[in-house]
């Protein structure tokens, strides 16, 4: 039987839980053995195969249109979606401007910081996204694996696929739902 | 007793419980946000929801009482459901973004409850409406974002505390925890005793100073005792690589429902006063540090130049019967110094001494205020001086309780109490002839018609209760203080005399002068430690001639002391203290420090050995002996 392809990208994020992944070390040889991981950002291949995946992972919360299309993407490339992190799962840090507006924290950060003068301004260029709401990806798209925490670590991450390769359904214990 | 089953098994319990207590005793647990122990039940997040067969709807087991052969089930597809659509509600209304807050992982009652029912997202997407936060408190932080509307902090302020000062705003969804009607806390009727933070089941309200300091099982507990006055709550200090993190109130001790007031709870943690790191001693008018020998040796040096009524010492009662008990036996018994005084002008702990020996044992535990429908105060400031004896008084605002009180300056206690007869000034006679009934009470006052009714219910009451304090039990009310025990026995009435400070009682038995008559002496030594002096032994030292102090913080009376030598604090020595009820607590040292700070007793063990002195070893038995003959069980 062929290995499970895996593909992941990252969305309204910090990257950290990617970074988790990697923090397996060692047992990164041995995820391999089980899995054929695919596109993801940190490998050359960016996109998840068109002829589809069957796990896919995305990191981040949804919060502009680009993300909507990257979630809607893998949604439909792959058979089980993992959500990973709790910016996927709830929204996380950048979920706090839902609190006061996009426009607010836009002006924030171009116009209003210590650090800029008088020439900051908001980015405007048509071929930017258009910046939305925070949200968790499971408002966007339906996602079957929910692995919270800031970041997971790495023992939850390699529990999941492990588990998923291997045709189960990882459980819900201490060690896969513990938020920060 | 009645009968229920609690999933299938059967268990007996006292009529009057409620559902939770059947379900707890059958050894089941389901979860709860809004029920506390400490707390009355109050039914207001719906956690708790359990079957109860033949009920038509879910019930709250917190607040619904057991009723014979109820047969109750706490797991059901039912429950489950049930329990997951609350959290989900909850986790919906506000910013429950738990990687924002000091809370997170195993601190939170909220996040605890979810990973309970195994709940990894929320099903329903928060409204990300942004709330009050109130960051106007020194000590602590109300953010009503991460408030569920529990009304813990509520009850806790009003039913424990009986401060009255946090309740609700708005309604519905809208609804905000407010101080008063809407002030800053800072500006409030706020006390910071802190016992609201405390029993926040989220990170509602939070500590500013332990906030992101580690979690709970980063921090090492030290169960221990306040020794800041005589009251002796247990609290628990938490530490985390040897520095004061943060004290809570002990729950599970059991003691005043484990409340604290401000100063037991975050004057020591906020504590920024200068330390006196090493022995130093002053030439020339310039402090220069010494080693540990010298400073030592001109202690000794002074103290075999003087002799008797040429020595003045004086003890602070923040010190442990350990060292009161070896400062009485190196002054008094081997010195003969002319004044072995303790600190603060309030002889009340000798005056019971004193009336024990007339009345046999009169006085009564604390417990006795929490029983009490009927307390009459002469002389004590209870929020000032005891605050949280004064709680056990002021909480009683929804029963019918009565407070009558002789007071020297009005104080705060009993503000919320109807019924109460207030007279300011110091004839304790008068009062006395009033409650007695051989006098009427004469007042068109607009208080007039709530002191007449303190006074008829007093005449009806159950447990009265007399609490004597500092400006009564003195020397000079002997008569008044021997007609006011009498009168309580005649009226059955618990009596309490409120003893001093910390350690006053242990002190008194030890024979240390309560009252001193301060005088200046050719050689003085200060055993301050952590303490406060108070003003006229401040003067006396001030006029002495060499001036000894061992104290551990620069302040008023180090400052032109010839010797000062270096004090551990609270926190850094183990010691026993004696409670102004007679119970014998231990303070536990919960911080190691260096070997430059030493204790009082451990200066005045180097001194014994330097004047070959052997101080005996057995504090406790003159305390244990006397206790029994004041003091009631």
């Not at chain 1, 502009?64 to 809607?72: D, G, Q, R």
């Not at chain 2, 800053?184 to 910071?192: F, H, K, W």
């Not at chain 2, 001030?542 to 400052?559: D, L, M, P, R």
Request: negative net charge; glycine residues 6%; contains cysteine.
């Amino acid at each position: 039987m062929a290995k499970p392809k895996v593909a992941s990208d990252w969305l309204a994020g910090c990257a950290g839980c990617h970074m988790s992944f990697l923090d397996m070390d060692e047992r990164i040889i041995e995820l391999t053995k089980l899995v054929d991981l695919r596109a993801t950002p940190i490998t050359d291949l960016k996109e998840p195969d068109e002829e589809g995946v069957d796990v896919g992972i995305l990191e981040g919360g949804i919060s502009n249109s680009y993300n909507e299309e990257v979630a809607i993407k893998m949604r439909a490339r792959c058979k089980y979606l993992v959500a990973l992190g709790d910016c996927a799962v709830f929204g996380g840090v950048p979920a706090m401007r839902n609190f006061c507006g996009a426009e607010a924290a836009l002006k924030r950060a171009y116009i209003e910081t210590e650090s800029t003068d008088e020439s900051g301004k908001i980015p405007d260029d048509p071929e930017l996204s258009t910046t939305t709401h925070v949200r968790p990806v499971s408002d966007v798209v339906k996602v079957d694996i929910f692995l919270p925490g800031c970041a997971p670590s790495a023992d939850a991450i390699f529990y999941v696929l492990s588990e998923l390769a291997q045709g189960r359904v990882p459980e819900v214990n201490d060690l896969t739902n513990k938020w920060h | 007793m009645i009968n229920v089953t609690v999933n299938n098994l059967p268990v007996e319990i006292e009529a009057g419980a409620t559902v939770l207590d059947a379900i707890q005793l059958a050894g089941f647990n389901v979860p709860t946000l809004c029920h506390h122990p400490k707390l009355k039940p109050y039914g207001a997040c719906r956690l708790c929801l359990v079957e109860v067969e033949g009920a038509r709807k879910l019930q709250p087991s917190c607040v619904v009482p057991a009723a014979d052969g109820m047969k109750i089930h706490t797991d059901t597809d039912k429950t489950r459901a049930a329990r997951k659509f609350v959290l989900s509600m909850l986790f919906s209304e506000r910013n429950h973004f738990c990687m924002y807050c000091q809370s997170t992982d195993g601190d939170c009652d909220l996040q605890q409850s979810a990973y309970r029912e195994g709940m990894n997202h929320w099903p329903i997407t928060p409204a990300y409406k942004p709330f009050y936060v109130d960051t106007s408190h020194p000590d602590f932080i109300l953010d009503n974002n991460r408030c569920i509307l529990c009304r813990r902090c509520i009850r806790t302020c009003g039913e424990l505390v009986g401060n009255h000062t946090l309740s609700m705003e708005e309604r519905g969804s809208a609804t905000i925890l407010i101080a008063d009607h809407g002030l800053q806390l800072s500006e409030s009727t706020c006390i910071s005793c802190g016992n609201c933070v405390q029993i926040c089941p989220t990170g509602a309200l939070f500590d500013r100073r332990s906030a992101y300091q580690g979690r709970e099982t980063d921090l090492v507990h030290t169960p221990s005792v306040c020794m800041d006055c005589s009251v002796g709550c247990h609290r628990v200090v938490k530490t985390r690589d040897n520095r004061l993190v943060r004290i809570d109130g002990d729950y599970d001790a059991n003691f005043v429902q484990g409340m604290l007031c401000e100063k037991g709870r975050y004057t020591p943690v906020a504590n920024k006063m200068e330390r006196v790191q090493q022995p130093l001693i002053r030439r020339n008018g310039e402090l220069i540090p010494v080693s540990w020998e010298e400073a030592l040796s001109t202690f000794a040096t002074q103290l075999k130049a003087h002799a008797g009524e040429e020595i003045s010492t004086c003890i602070h009662g923040r010190q442990p019967a350990e060292t009161l008990s070896a400062f009485r036996d190196f002054f008094k018994t081997e010195f003969e110094a002319g004044q072995v005084a303790l600190c603060g002008q309030d002889e009340s702990a000798a005056i019971a001494l004193e009336l024990a020996k007339e009345f046999g044992p009169f006085e009564s535990k604390l417990e006795a205020l929490d029983e009490a429908d009927a307390a009459v105060v002469l002389g004590a400031d209870l929020i000032k001086d005891y605050q949280v004896a004064g709680f056990m008084l002021q909480r009683k605002l929804s029963e019918e309780f009565v407070l009558i009180q002789m007071t020297k300056k009005p104080n705060k206690l009993g503000k919320n109490i109807s019924r109460k007869l207030i007279m300011v000034g110091d004839n304790y006679a008068d009062l006395l002839d009033v409650v007695a009934g051989s006098k009427a009470y004469e007042s068109d006052s607009a208080d007039a018609r709530y002191g007449r009714m303190a006074l008829e219910a007093l005449a009806a009451a159950q447990h009265p209760v007399i609490v004597i304090g500092k400006w009564f039990a003195r020397k000079e009310n002997m008569d008044q203080l021997r007609r006011t025990i009498e009168f309580a026995r005649s009226i059955n009435a618990k009596v309490l005399i409120m003893k001093g400070n910390t350690n006053s009682f242990a002190g008194a038995i030890y024979g240390l002068d309560l009252r001193a008559n301060y005088k200046a002496a050719p050689v003085a030594f200060y055993a301050l430690g952590d303490g406060k002096a108070c003003p006229k032994s401040l003067e006396a030292f001030k006029n002495s001639g060499y001036k000894i102090v061992q104290s551990s913080y620069f302040n008023e009376i180090t400052a032109d002391a010839d010797l000062i030598l270096p004090c551990k604090i609270w926190d850094e020595e183990e010691g026993h203290y004696l409670t102004t009820d007679g119970r014998l607590e231990l303070n536990r040292q919960a911080i190691t420090v260096h070997e430059q700070q030493r204790s009082v007793r451990e200066v005045l063990m180097n001194l014994s050995e330097k004047s070959g002195l052997t101080l005996k070893a057995d504090w406790q038995t003159e305390l244990t002996d006397k206790i029994s003959s004041i003091v009631l069980a």
